[in-house]
C-alpha cells in the first residue's frame, strides 16, 4: 500500500520555503503540520538562517542586499 504523505519533506525543500525560494505543495504543507520530525526541522532550518543572517552582518558581509559593496578587486 502506498502513501505518499508518510515520505517526509526534503530539508532542501524546506529550507527553500522559508527563503522564500519556493513555496511547498498543499501535501507538503500539510504533512509539516502534522508530522513533528519535519516541524522541527522548519524551526532548525529557521533558527540556523536567522544565524547566518547575523553572522554576515557580524562580518560585514551583505546578504543579498541592494547596498551591498563588493570589492573583490
Ligand atoms: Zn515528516
Given at each position: 500500500m502506498r502513501n505518499e504523505t508518510t515520505a517526509h519533506v526534503p530539508a532542501i525543500r524546506l529550507w527553500q520555503a522559508l527563503c522564500g525560494g519556493a513555496e511547498l505543495p498543499t501535501r507538503q504543507y500539510q504533512h509539516i503540520i502534522h508530522c513533528i520530525a519535519c516541524e522541527t526541522l522548519a524551526t532548525q532550518i529557521g533558527d540556523a538562517l536567522d544565524d547566518i543572517e547575523e553572522a554576515l552582518r557580524r562580518n560585514n558581509?551583505?546578504?543579498?542586499?541592494?547596498n551591498a559593496d563588493l570589492r573583490l578587486n
Open positions: 558581509i551583505g546578504m543579498g542586499g541592494s
